[in-house]
T-cell receptor, first 114, second 109 residues
Framework: EAGVAQSPRYKIIEKRQSVAFWCNPI?????LYWYQQILGQGPKLLIQ????????DSQLPKDRFSAERLKGVDSTLKIQPAKLEDSAVYLC????????????FGDGTRLSIL | RKEVEQDPGPFNVPEGATVAFNCTYS??????FFWYRQDCRKEPKLLMS???SGNEDGRFTAQLNRASQYISLLIRDSKLSDSATYLC??????????FGAGTRLFVKA
């Protein structure tokens, strides 16, 4: 079974620029999550999709972050404009059993803002 | 009070030791619980789910105490390869998934 795919693995941009991340979940997994993990902290949920609908985005900074999951499969997360404090690892995860089952993570995208 | 709290450690133990981590949560409506393992600069990986009756997987034992609102992870006969950060995850049905900040474990020869 193929795992969760994310790209790019690394990204370096200057503040105020924009950046986008892509995620392809495990086939058949209806629930997709985007997390932000800052060094030394646990992952923080940014947004959760069930198929192509948003279940929770209460911690997504909507003035600069946006996410979509077209056709209920792949998803993109965008930051525009980026701030220094957005430097983090952005993790995508998927699960089969909805919002309460075990999650499988991709390798993550390490974002550095200069 | 944080929604999910873990002792950050680090825990430094010799090979063969037994070590235990606790994780407390504040939402009594929490329905599912997990322990994940995260190696340095890697993604979290599911270690085990935590069931109400407690469960064991080899050298690892997980327990849930709903009355006191905590879960625990016990590692017996520690190996060098157990060195990692252990994250507890609480998933209240209908609410967002919450990760603890993690407990760092170093197992030394």
């Amino acid at each position: 079974e193929a795992g969760v795919a994310q790209s790019p693995r690394y990204k370096i941009i200057e503040k105020r620029q924009s950046v986008a991340f892509w995620c392809n979940p495990i086939s058949g997994h209806a629930t997709l999550y985007w997390y932000q993990q800052i060094l030394g902290q646990g992952p923080k949920l940014l947004i959760q999709f069930q198929n192509n609908g948003v279940v929770d985005d209460s911690q997504l900074p909507k003035d600069r972050f946006s996410a979509e999951r077209l056709k209920g499969v792949d998803s993109t997360l965008k930051i525009q404009p980026a701030k220094l404090e957005d430097s983090a690892v952005y993790l995508c995860a998927s699960s089969q059993t909805g919002g309460w089952g075990p999650q499988h993570f991709g390798d993550g995208t390490r974002l550095s803002i200069l | 009070r944080k929604e999910v709290e873990q002792d950050p450690g680090p825990f430094n133990v010799p090979e063969g030791a037994t070590v235990a981590f606790n994780c407390t949560y504040s939402n009594s409506a929490s329905q599912s619980f997990f322990w994940y393992r995260q190696d340095c600069r890697k993604e979290p990986k599911l270690l085990m789910s935590v069931y109400s009756s407690g469960n064991e997987d080899g050298r690892f034992t997980a327990q849930l105490n709903r009355a006191s609102q905590y879960i625990s992870l016990l590692i017996r006969d520690s190996k060098l390869s157990d060195s990692a950060t252990y994250l507890c995850v609480v998933n209240p049905r209908g609410f967002k998934t919450i990760f603890g900040a993690g407990t760092r474990l170093f197992v030394k020869a």
